[in-house]
């Protein structure tokens, strides 16, 4: 039998509740603050991610999917959706419809990651994007809409971890003091260390590797360095989160592994899924959409993994899946004939409705009923065929009415909703 990819999932109904749950809770909070969302294909051109994500970061140079066509052009399946979002952006001009634009977008992702729990090679991600606004107020926004998302998901084993990357114009002055700090532990690093250590210094302040770590405890810190404009920016963010109640910890080591970003940047950690701490995480560009080709546009995002998050809701919860309200036990050919349309008529109505088909007994009729989580089964035999009546047992309350077919859907209607 063919198996399915490694690291690749099967979402299935049971779960799949639950996924439509989070996704209308997201969705229903991105309309409330005006996200729009956009659909972006799957795969772009591998220079997309290169220049956008950076050539020395761990996906570009590690984890994408990436294949010549048949023609030749060399293709990449997305492993994130912001430059996807910046590129159709710029392509289609949307900076030219209105300053300040919010987009949303919920879909797969692809990385090859080592796959263990919580990391998947294809895992899904609810996106938000917010482009034309330098303002802190808008970081400030999206950690508390990743807090009040979580909010309303109950989950609760989550922190808000903010930093900031300071700017062009300060950050330089930085890179070289810690490049200056890291040169003289390099022995202590380890071999990825030592590689980024030149190249992207800033990567090995999150390094996993505990001699890193504790190399990296006493590295100058970056908020020494802020320019006037990022130090009241990033106070301007804590401000604003403190005066909304969302909790936040500033993590002087948080930097994440994409290099687009400037100032603020934030993750939504969680002890709940071991390893896997991120459950979401962000931070604003303000300089992708210029280096991409665009006009020069701040802009500031934030991506949620769906899969994670998925998790810890389930972990929390119990089950989501919709039971029917109404399973139909028909028995043989003549009662099926009578009451099928009054399936369909129901369906219709938005009640949901289970027959069954076949020529099964009543006793396993009423075990697959039960199974389903059914509230009502509606029982009709040739005995109900005679006397026009059908019977609707509460599975509950295991009480049983009889129910004219005269008017039946109609009263079956008042009854079920
Ligand atoms: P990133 O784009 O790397 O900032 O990731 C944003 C979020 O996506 C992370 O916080 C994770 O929750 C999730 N994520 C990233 N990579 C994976 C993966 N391989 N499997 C599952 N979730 C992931």
């Known amino acids: 039998m063919i198996q399915l990819i490694r690291g690749f999932k099967d979402i299935l109904p049971g779960e799949v509740e639950l996924w439509q749950h989070i996704e209308k809770t997201a969705r229903d909070l991105f309309e409330a603050f005006g996200f729009k969302e956009i659909r972006i294909p799957i795969m772009e051109r591998t220079e997309l991610f290169a220049r956008s994500i950076g050539e020395d970061t761990d996906i570009v140079e590690k984890e994408m999917y990436t294949f010549p066509d048949r023609k030749g052009d060399l293709l990449t399946l997305r492993p994130e959706a912001t430059a996807s ?3 159709a952006y710029i392509q289609h001009k949307l900076y030219s419809q209105d300053p300040v634009q919010k987009f949303c977008v919920v879909g797969p992702m692809f990385r090859r990651e080592r796959p263990q729990k919580g990391r998947y090679r294809q895992f899904y991600q609810i996106d938000a994007e917010v482009f034309g606004s330098a303002s802190p107020y808008v970081d400030a926004l999206l950690v508390q809409l990743l807090d009040t998302l979580m909010k309303r998901l109950g989950v609760t084993d989550v922190t808000a971890h903010i930093n900031s990357l300071g700017c062009p114009a300060c950050r330089p002055a930085y890179r070289e003091a810690l490049g200056t700090y ?3 532990r390099r022995e202590a690093l380890c071999a990825d260390c030592e590689r980024r250590r030149e190249r992207n210094p800033l990567r090995v302040l999150d390094c996993k590797v505990p001699a890193c770590r ?6 100058p810190a970056l908020s020494d360095y802020f320019c006037e404009d990022c130090r009241t920016h990033f106070q301007t963010v804590q ?6 109640n969302v909790a936040f910890t500033i993590d002087p080591k948080l930097v994440r592994g994409l290099d687009y970003y400037t100032r603020t940047i934030f993750e939504i950690q969680t002890s709940a899924l071991g390893a896997q701490s991120a459950v979401a ?3 604003r560009y303000d300089g992708l959409v210029k280096m991409l080709g ?3 546009t701040p802009a500031t995002g934030f991506a949620i993994g769906f899969d994670r998050l998925a998790e810890i809701v389930a972990a929390n919860r119990g089950d989501y899946t919709l039971a029917p309200q109404l399973f139909i036990a028909a028995l043989g050919q003549a009662c099926r004939a009578r009451t099928y349309g009054w399936s369909c008529e129901l369906g219709r109505a938005g009640i ?5 088909f076949s020529d099964r007994s009543l006793k396993s009729m009423m075990k697959r009923a039960n199974r389903m989580n059914a509230a009502h089964v509606l029982i009709v035999g040739p005995q109900e065929l005679d006397n ?12 049983q009415d009889e129910i004219p077919f005269d008017g039946l859907v109609d009263s079956l209607k008042d009854k079920l909703r």
Do not use: H, I
């Open 214 to 219: 504790e190399a990296v405890a006493e590295a």
């Open 85 to 87: 979002v910046v590129r």
């Open 294 to 296: 665009g006009p020069d």
């Open 281 to 283: 995480g962000g931070g």
């Open 182 to 184: 890291l040169s003289e």
């Open 352 to 356: 949901r409705v289970e027959m069954d």
């Open 239 to 244: 401000t604003c989160l403190t005066d909304q």
């Open 388 to 399: 026009q009546t059908a019977v609707l047992r509460n599975m509950q309350t295991k009480v």
